[in-house]
């Protein structure tokens, strides 16, 4: 019997898979503190960004399927 993994619900969140397989994420120090960002920092911000490739083995693991 072959045991079936989990997606962690807390990675699934915070991760996609593109069809390729490389990991999105979402850019950091956009939560708060925006007042003194610039407007083009705050707008470069909003893009998505790869998963560098130190992070990628253990975001694989919590989303295996």
Request: charged fraction near 35%; hydrophobic fraction near 30%.
């Amino acid at each position: 019997m072959k045991l079936k993994l989990k997606t962690r619900s807390s990675a699934a969140k915070r991760y996609q898979k593109t069809k390729t397989g490389k990991i999105i994420r979402r850019q950091a120090f956009t939560g708060h503190i925006l007042e003194k960002k610039s407007p083009t920092r705050k707008r470069n911000l909003r893009q998505k960004s790869l998963v560098s490739r130190g992070d990628l083995k253990p975001i694989y693991l919590m989303l295996p399927n």
